[in-house]
């Protein structure tokens, strides 16, 4: 009996390390796109502000992913010869939107509202990294718990430590 | 440790690591896309919420809604502040309708009937075929002279669609256009018209009155308009000035009975006789404002010969009496326990000449009649009634029958041997979006949109004795594949050609109704005031929910000849007393109401308000009459009348006489979705059908019954553990008297 306890203890404790090893280190921190998008050649090299494309950030809580009108505005004429945009165009052509694949995600039960933190003058860098150096979009912040409120002190946001705050 | 256990410990930890590891890969959300829009809605910006007013239509009070909408999706749905009718309320039956649209039992598509009739089994078509079969058919009718043999029923409209539906029939060739509803206290209009001269529920001014005595009415919950008098009773209690008192005459006790200071369980039947008792007394005390016409009809009606017969006190009927008379203002209302009987109409008329007696009509705080509906309120036709169609189809008098809304498979008894005379119809079709029960003998279904996707405009009935037109506005996209029910009767217009196609041009519903509105305002000068043109108008109005005037005080006299109408006798009860020993009230439930509400399972999971109980049908019976019954709670009944017999668990409930039982209306549906079916019993199929010959409503209040033990089936779920305290003294009580004392000492 006092062994199958013990069985059962190193299993479990097995079973957690195995589920954080996945979480930490398999888990892809940069998955490849439907198109091989440069953030790195559109914010770096032609510094186009993030808000010309991620139009809702400061009116809403999700910043907005681009249509595809946004992309064809410029792209029926520029780069119009290179085959990743022909790939954009033929996705205009068939009138569907361009299936990204989420890079940065939040639990349901976590509120985080774009509006505020864009309105209160946080860098997007703060929480996206050098996007501008990125040629495909990388997650560099854990985006846990105390990695919120580890800025939410340091820039002493009001109620910042308010359970209410994010979990409403 | 030995070699033979620490390879157990090494296999023990890598099966764990790699069960964990996996488990990690797969609760991952399966690569979450982001799908961005194609060319960006001008109006939506992702996650910040639009509001659009509009009206519910899940009862007929007509309250304003403000329904929230994100990304084209409604998701919340709440009262419209501004709205005169529910000002900001809006109760659970409002509060359900997302559940109305995103049904998964909704109908999706236009259905051809496969199986034999009221299989529900269906094959799903087109539009086009649809719209093709249906004008087929009417069009043969019309080629052999039989165009009379076309039926419309549907629940009780107005405004626009009720024109664009009448307009049809009449294009058709056909006078055989009716409203049906379990609730349209036909009754009441009746006798509101004998005795006001207009057939419609005027507007009661529980805000403002004093002393309130309703006469079965449960306002708060079910009755006629219930928010808003929810809303006037709240700030009656609880308003400016003295608090008002209510007393609360029926022999159950509903929420409104139980939120009363007086509760008169009068004998089933009887409660007109008490009001005429009330009347006489206050007459023959001198008190009366206005009795000139009613001495000599009310001196039958002493109180102490009612007394016996209503099982009222004689002091309590005199102290009633006088109290209604001497507090200003004061009103009495006719609800259910004097309008749901037989003679129902005699019954409202002795309370309408009990307010002329004692000088409420027409006084704030009294009954104020509603004498403008803008010509577009809900017409009640008191000829037309379910009696007339059964037979009419009997006598094969109806070749094609359309139904919308109405549900009177669901809602009247047996004994009416509706589904029979449905049988000899040889074409039936539906525009219901639901499969509810009469929508199941339906040849052919072309599924109308729900409220929240359609467009339409509403003149509340009973108003606020002050003009009021709602629109309603879709404020989602199409779920599914359903039309606007104006268009369907603009297309089948088109597709049956000849005159109907004649009569009815406009291109859709949306300009129909658009035009409608502009002959309301060019005929409405207090419309056009203070806007820039009819435009103007209409977006100010779309915005606001719709448009409101002023309060007209209208005036009206209880004429004489009422009198007439008055039977002066208890109402009957089928089935003899020593078979049958029980009075039997089916009364409408908060949440479901005449059975609509029984396919949202928000609605079945809230608690009814009095009982607790949730997902189920039960009797109410005094805890004294199931202890001589030998009942305990839970146990299962058979519930039997002269007509039929239904099962249902016994509720102890001491609020209600001991000589009757009460079921509520709404389950037993055999059709009408998965929440539905199946579930409860209606206690409506053991009714006798006695239909009023005036009014032509249906007695609710009509049979005796007898309780005998029935087979263990059913379970009673509740939320309430018990209904006493045990001694521990939970709710502090506090005596009216006392509490004043209590007032004047902290100030």
Known sequence: MKKLILYAVVGGIAFVIGYFVNDQFFSDRAPVQPINFSHKIHAGDNQIPCQYCHIYAERSRVSGVPNVKRCMGCHQIIKTDSPEIQKVASYWDKKEPIPWVKVYNLPDHVYFPHKRHVRAGVDCKNCHGDVASMARIEKVSSLQMGWCLSCHTKREVKNGHDCWTCHK | ?747
């Open chain 2, 1 to 747: 440790m030995k070699r033979r256990d620490f390879l157990k410990f090494i296999g023990i930890g890598g099966v764990g690591a790699g069960a964990g590891f996996v488990l990690g890969k797969v609760s991952k959300p399966p690569g979450a896309k982001l799908i961005p829009y194609l060319i960006p809605p001008e109006d939506i910006i992702p996650g910040v919420a639009t509001w659009y007013a509009s009206v519910c239509t899940l009862c007929g009070a007509g309250c304003g809604t403000l329904v929230r909408v994100m990304e084209g999706r409604a998701k919340k749905v709440e009262g419209n502040p501004g709205h005169p009718i529910n000002r900001g309320g809006l109760c659970a039956l409002g509060q359900s309708s997302v559940q109305a649209l995103y049904n998964p039992d909704r109908i999706t598509k236009p259905l051809k009937r496969k199986g034999p009739r009221g299989s529900g089994e269906y094959a799903e078509i087109t539009w086009d075929e649809a719209l093709k079969t249906l004008a087929a058919n009417l069009i043969e009718l019309k080629s052999k002279n039989e165009s009379e043999k076309f039926h419309l029923l549907t629940s009780p409209l107005g405004g626009t669609i009720d024109r664009l539906a009448g307009e049809f029939v009449s294009a058709f060739g056909s006078s055989n256009y009716s409203h049906y509803g379990l609730f349209q206290r036909k009754n009441l209009a009746f006798a509101n018209l004998s005795t006001m001269g207009t057939a419609s529920i005027p507007h009661y001014d529980i805000e403002n009155t004093k002393y309130l005595l309703s006469f079965g009415a449960d306002f708060s919950s079910t009755w006629v308009s219930p928010v808003n008098y929810s809303n006037g009773y709240g700030k009656m209690r609880q308003g400016t000035g003295e608090r008002g008192k209510l007393v609360q005459v029926e022999p159950r006790l509903s929420l409104t009975g139980a939120n009363a200071d007086e509760w008169v369980p009068a004998k089933p039947g009887t409660e007109a006789l008490l009001a005429l008792a009330i009347a006489n007394t206050i007459v023959e005390k001198g008190l009366a404002r206005d009795a000139s016409a009613w001495r000599g009809v009310l001196s039958r009606y002493k109180a102490k010969d009612m007394a016996s017969i209503c099982d009222v006190p004689v002091e309590r009927i005199e102290a009633m009496a006088v109290e209604f008379a001497r507090t200003r203002p004061s009103l009495a209302i006719a609800g259910d326990s004097v309008s749901s009987y037989e003679n129902g109409i005699s019954g409202a008329i002795a309370v309408n000449i009990l307010n002329q007696v004692a000088g409420n009509i027409g006084v704030i705080g009294g009954v104020m009649p509603n004498g403008d509906d803008l010509g577009n309120g809900k017409k009640i036709d008191f000829g037309r009634k379910i009696s007339t169609l059964i037979s009419a189809a009997n006598a094969d008098k109806i070749k094609t029958l359309i139904v919308y809304g109405a549900n009177p498979v669901f809602t009247t008894p047996k004994a009416a041997r509706l589904e029979e005379a449905l049988s000899k119809v040889p074409f039936i079709a539906s525009f219901s979006s639901f499969m509810d029960e009469t929508t199941a003998h339906a040849d052919i279904i072309l599924p109308a949109h729900t409220s929240l996707e359609d467009w339409g405009d509403d003149f509340p009935d009973p108003g606020v004795a002050a003009p009021v037109a709602s629109i309603i506005q879709p404020v989602v996209s199409p779920v599914f594949e359903t039309k606007s029910l104006g268009d369907i009767f603009i297309e089948l217009a088109r597709a049956v050609g000849g005159n109907v196609a004649g009569k009815i041009t406009a291109p859709n519903f949306a300009e129909y109704l658009k035009a409608s509105w502009k002959g309301l305002y060019s005929r409405n000068r207090e419309m056009a005031a203070g806007t820039l043109g009819f435009e103007d108008f209409w977006n100010k109005a779309l915005q606001r929910g719709g448009w409101w005037g002023p309060s007209r005080k209208m005036t009206a006299t209880v004429s004489a000849r009422a009198g007439e109408h008055l039977t002066g006798a208890p109402a009957r009860f089928e089935g003899e007393e020593a078979q049958y020993p029980f009075y039997l009230i089916p009364y409408a439930q908060t949440a479901y109401m005449d059975g609509r509400g029984a396919n949202l399972p928000w609605l079945q999971e809230l608690p009814d308000p009095m009982t607790s109980v949730v997902w189920g049908t039960w009797v109410e019976i005094n805890p004294k009459t199931a202890a001589s019954l030998g009942l305990k709670e839970g146990d299962m009944v058979n519930i039997e009348s002269p007509f039929g017999k239904i099962s249902a668990p016994v509720y102890l409930y001491p609020g209600i006489r001991p000589d009757t039982v009460a079921v509520p209306i709404g389950q037993g549906h055999s059709h009408y979705g998965r929440y539905a079916k199946g579930r409860g019993a209606n206690p409506i199929e053991i009714l006798p059908y006695k239909e009023d010959p005036l009014s032509g409503e249906a007695a609710l209040n009509s049979t005796r019954v007898r309780i005998t033990r029935g087979a263990t089936g059913e379970r009673l779920v509740k939320m309430e553990g018990s209904t006493k305290e045990f001694g521990r003294g939970i709710v502090q009580t506090v005596s009216p008297s006392e509490f004043k004392r209590m007032k004047k000492e902290v100030v």
